[in-house]
């Protein structure tokens, strides 16, 4: 299988079509902006953060959290790796996917995050540590990043919706 053979260039491109879709849905099923006035540049900007940043990031990260947090009883360590994941990974990478998206598009950094950030991690805590839960305590390492895909297409809705309004 080559998920097995090449993770890291299986999940960025996995992760790179579905940044790209959860930008569609957000500007097609949110926004209701029609084909004719559709942001490709967006959408591009999207899958170029999914496939060059959070997908060999999340690969990784994944890795270090499965090999790194091994504690004596498996509840604890999925605890463990969930608090990690939000604590270390969740904030930073909602840092940089805001400020890369206010670069690519020529805007200040900081005002994306002033304006953004508080709200969106107080979004992703009500979300992803119960997905990342039953994420490490059910699925393979090799298939963590295509589940967290999976949730993301409406997660990356939201990002993107967030990301285009400014808060």
């Given at each position: 299988m080559k998920l097995a053979q090449r993770p890291l260039l299986t999940q960025s491109i996995t992760t790179a079509v579905l940044f790209a879709t959860g930008?569609?849905?957000?500007?097609?099923?949110?926004?209701r902006v029609g084909l004719e006035k559709h942001n490709f540049a967006r959408t591009g900007r999207m899958a170029l953060y999914g496939g060059a940043v959070f997908g060999p990031v999340a690969t990784t990260w994944f890795k270090f959290l499965q090999n790194k947090i091994v504690l004596k009883n498996p509840n604890t360590t999925i605890a463990a790796r969930v608090l990690t994941d939000?604590?270390?990974?969740?904030?930073?990478?909602?840092?940089?996917?805001?400020?890369?998206?206010a670069i690519m598009e020529g805007t200040s950094?900081?005002?994306?995050?002033?304006?953004?950030?508080?709200?969106?991690?107080?979004?992703?805590?009500?979300?992803?540590?119960w997905?990342?839960?039953?994420?490490?305590?059910?699925?393979?390492?090799?298939?963590?990043?295509?589940?967290?895909?999976?949730?993301?297409?409406?997660?990356?809705?939201?990002?993107?919706?967030?990301?285009?309004?400014g808060g």
């Open positions: 930008d569609v849905m957000a500007q097609q099923a949110v926004e939000q604590t270390v990974f969740a904030s930073t990478n909602l840092f940089v996917f805001l400020s890369s998206m950094p900081k005002d994306k995050l002033e304006s953004t950030y508080a709200t969106a991690l107080q979004k992703n805590w009500m979300v992803w540590p997905v990342q839960a039953i994420n490490f305590k059910l699925v393979p390492l090799e298939h963590r990043v295509l589940v967290v895909n999976i949730v993301s297409l409406g997660w990356n809705c939201y990002l993107s919706y967030i990301n285009s309004k």
